[in-house]
């Protein structure tokens, strides 16, 4: 991995680790959230820059059925995160109090929990269409273990992260915030703050793991109709 591949890897690592830290807000603290919600700025602006060469290739090249749901994806994750972060700034009590609104509260407040929540699942989709980058990274780490890693992680360990995730995810009633059924979100304050984090994290990791079986599956079965096709 080269230098410039290991500073994408830090920067997304800490965007993740910044991302959780963001969702259950309360336990974190207004202050805190909001100045985390400044490092994920900084962070998603030094990611798009990083990613800069794939900005200047969108309009160059065939646009495959792969390619345009990536497209699809990173664009509604992109609008999301951009919502999340006018809205924050617009109900900033400590970072931005200058720029805040009395007017209007409840539907930023209502807009800023549903983008935040809308982001969780894209961003997760995201990291499962990129999960042959993950995947290649654990063969090269695996040496000759290679198929005895994949058969581990793909029979055993990608099932149980995505039963687990959804369990998560339906515990967490994760459905109501990403339709707008509820305003807020009740937490448990005896829960410690990692405890929550690792519950987003299974969250994203089941669905990761599911987009990325799915993109497996359909490229095989894609595959196989060409190999049929040509065989005629």
């Given at each position: 991995?080269?230098?410039?591949?290991?500073?994408?890897?830090?920067?997304?690592?800490?965007?993740?680790?910044?991302?959780?830290?963001?969702?259950?807000?309360?336990?974190?603290?207004?202050?805190?959230?909001?100045?985390?919600?400044?490092?994920?700025?900084?962070?998603?602006?030094?990611?798009?820059?990083?990613?800069?060469?794939?900005?200047?290739?969108?309009?160059?090249?065939?646009?495959?059925?792969?390619?345009?749901?990536?497209?699809?994806?990173?664009?509604?994750?992109?609008?999301?995160?951009?919502?999340?972060?006018?809205?924050?700034?617009?109900?900033?009590?400590?970072?931005?109090?200058?720029?805040?609104?009395?007017?209007?509260?409840?539907?930023?407040?209502?807009?800023?929990?549903?983008?935040?929540?809308?982001?969780?699942?894209?961003?997760?989709?995201?990291?499962?269409?990129?999960?042959?980058?993950?995947?290649?990274?654990?063969?090269?780490?695996?040496?000759?273990?290679?198929?005895?890693?994949?058969?581990?992680?793909?029979?055993?360990?990608?099932?149980?992260?995505?039963?687990?995730?959804?369990?998560?995810?339906?515990?967490?009633?994760?459905?109501?915030?990403?339709?707008?059924?509820?305003?807020?979100?009740?937490?448990?304050?005896?829960?410690p703050l990692p405890v929550y984090m690792l519950k987003y994290l299974c969250m994203m990791a089941g669905i990761a793991c599911l987009v990325y079986g799915l993109q497996k599956g359909l490229l095989r079965m894609g595959a196989k109709r060409k190999a049929k096709r040509s065989s005629?």
């Amino acid at each position: 991995m080269g230098r410039r591949q290991k500073i994408k890897a830090a920067a997304d690592g800490a965007m993740t680790v910044v991302f959780l830290l963001l969702m259950p807000y309360r336990l974190a603290g207004a202050a805190l959230h909001e100045w985390l919600g400044v490092a994920m700025f900084v962070l998603f602006t030094a990611h798009h820059l990083l990613n800069i060469s794939w900005h200047q290739r969108l309009f160059r090249g065939k646009y495959t059925p792969y390619r345009t749901v990536l497209l699809i994806v990173d664009g509604l994750l992109f609008a999301g995160m951009i919502t999340s972060m006018v809205t924050g700034i617009l109900l900033s009590r400590y970072v931005f109090a200058w720029v805040s609104v009395r007017a209007g509260v409840l539907p930023a407040r209502k807009l800023h929990m549903l983008a935040a929540y809308w982001d969780l699942v894209l961003l997760s989709v995201h990291l499962g269409l990129h999960g042959n980058l993950a995947a290649m990274w654990m063969e090269r780490r695996s040496g000759g273990r290679h198929k005895t890693v994949r058969l581990v992680c793909g029979r055993i360990l990608a099932p149980a992260v995505v039963l687990f995730g959804t369990w998560q995810f339906c515990r967490e009633r994760v459905y109501d915030c990403l339709f707008g059924r509820t305003a807020f979100v009740f937490y448990d304050f005896s829960v410690p703050l990692p405890v929550y984090m690792l519950k987003y994290l299974c969250m994203m990791a089941g669905i990761a793991c599911l987009v990325y079986g799915l993109q497996k599956g359909l490229l095989r079965m894609g595959a196989k109709r060409k190999a049929k096709r040509s065989s005629f």
